[in-house]
């Protein structure tokens, strides 16, 4: 059987999941970070830097 929702959970929900995706996400960029970091490859950390700001900014209207 299916619980009734009320407005408040609806907005909680809104609210908290997206924290929980940005947050993950920092996370996620943390640690790919420090795994290229400790690649030891000449330029890693060059090719990664590029993507991430591609990334970063493809979601903004203008990125700077």
């Known amino acids: 059987m299916l619980a009734a929702v009320d407005s408040h959970t609806l907005i909680k929900f809104f609210h908290v999941f997206p924290a929980i995706v ?8 943390t640690i790919l970070a420090e795994l290229t970091k ?11 830097a590029p993507n991430v700001l591609r990334q970063t900014c493809s979601s903004r209207r203008s990125c700077s």
């Open 38 to 48: 400790r690649a030891n490859e000449p330029g890693a950390m060059a090719r990664f």
């Open 22 to 29: 940005w947050i993950g996400g920092a996370v996620m960029l």
